[in-house]
């Protein structure tokens, strides 16, 4: 059983109310046992929404309260990051999920990589909130990229 990033299957949650539909994952859905999740949606927050960042720090950070999640205006919305996170944890593990294909780069689901909170796409190592907590509870977790790369994907 996968999660998947639902903005990757074609679902309308991104930030700007748009996807990042990736074909590989619409046929990972069809065929395999998936559940797409979008953490931003599950913590409470619309969309549309303005953009977010973690500010100076990673989400391990954010969950050990050293670190938190601004939108563009500078608005706080740590606790829908972290709420989003374990509620996405929850599914996984009611689930049985042993691995999660996450959006890169998102202050939620991104994976090795996330935006620096300078919201200048400058990308620095780090793991988005929801991606640090499914880690930190044995799940594994990689980006759309590195799912397709590893030949993991039937194309």
Known sequence: ???VSACLCG???KYNGKNNLNLNFVELLQEDD???VCPEQLGGLTTPRLPAEI???SGQDVLAGNSKVL???GDDVTDNYIKGAYETLKIAQMAGVDTAILK???PSCGSGYIYDGSFSFKLRQADGVTAALLKENGIKV???DEYVE???CQD
């Open 55 to 57: 500010k100076a720090g």
């Open 1 to 3: 059983m996968k999660l």
């Open 34 to 36: 998936v559940i797409p």
């Open 11 to 13: 679902v309308n949650c």
């Open 104 to 106: 890169s780069r998102s």
């Open 150 to 152: 590893k030949g993991e």
């Open 71 to 73: 939108n563009k205006d």
């Open 142 to 144: 990689m980006d759309e």
